[in-house]
């Protein structure tokens, strides 16, 4: 018989799970709580459930919240029977404070394959007669596991590249970015933009991991990601004019991927070194200064971007061009571009 109560997924040392303990146990929700650091069965579990390897994952009676934070967490227990007046079951770990970004997903097939690794894992009350042949079968889960160890580490910070952050809002909808945007600027009034150099303004526990020329590469994909973006709907131009934008942009923090480890993981279950980026923009008018937008996000690649694992910044790309499409979304002119340059 299926166990009613809630399952937390969660990994050792990971803010986000800290705070859904957190979160659960004011609630006064009662759940089991499976570490996948420690328990390769209960990572493969959560694979199959959440069809990612970032926790924590909630499992309630096979309704899935993964990857979540406490502001996604509140509406999914709102909208179920709660609390269970029954004392949380969980193995030692070590509280942080944090958030994070979450997808809800239902999977009836991956639910009854994960009850299957539940029925593997060896407990007293559910044991199968050789736990050896069991720990047999999960082995390329166990190698997966040891790999995959904690919490992807990018997240929004004040690098200084910025004026001020005070005035920065978290995005109700992306809990992965921070947004200001002037309520009475006319988008009309401008129909090109100058795309400022970008900037690389790692913290020094990131510049330990790339090169200077790999610096220099990074920027220069940064320019060539905002130029890609805008080029379709405004005219860029190389000197402010009347009606410019003025767009500056920085990469704040980055993690690369490993392409080699991603090749032979890839061939037992998925990418499990995945990279990231995080990220500040801000736009003004040319002429006078003027702050108009200011955008700062942050990506941690899943096994999901899978396709971008396989090349050192295969992953901080594909997040660098994600950012510089949310910005130009933000900046959407309301007239048609007349020329390019």
Known sequence: MKNSRPILYTKIGCPWCAQAREVLDREGVAYDELSVTSDAAAFAEMLLLSGQAKAPVLDWSGNILADFGAAELGPFLAARVRPLKVKSRRVALRPVAGSGHAADRST???SKLAMALRYLRASGANAIPSRFAARLRILPVIFASLLVGGCANLSNHSSGFLD???HLKADPKDSHRLVYERTDWRKSDYTSVLIEPAVVRLTAEDQKKISAKEITDLAAYGDKALRKAFAKEWMI??????????IRSAITGVDTSNPALNVVTSL???????GG??????????????????????TNATPLQGLWAYTRFGQAHYAIDHW??????????????????
């Open 108 to 110: 009836t097939v991956q």
């Open 324 to 341: 510089s499409i949310e910005l130009r979304k933000i900046v959407h002119p309301t007239v048609t571009k007349i020329a390019a340059k």
């Open 237 to 246: 131009v190389t000197a402010a004019e009347a009606g410019t934008l003025r």
């Open 277 to 298: 980026v995080s990220v500040e923009y801000e736009v003004r008018d040319a002429s006078n200064g003027e702050q108009l937008v200011a955008l700062a996000g942050f």
């Open 164 to 166: 001020s952050y005070d």
């Open 268 to 274: 037992v279950i998925c990418p499990v070194d995945n």
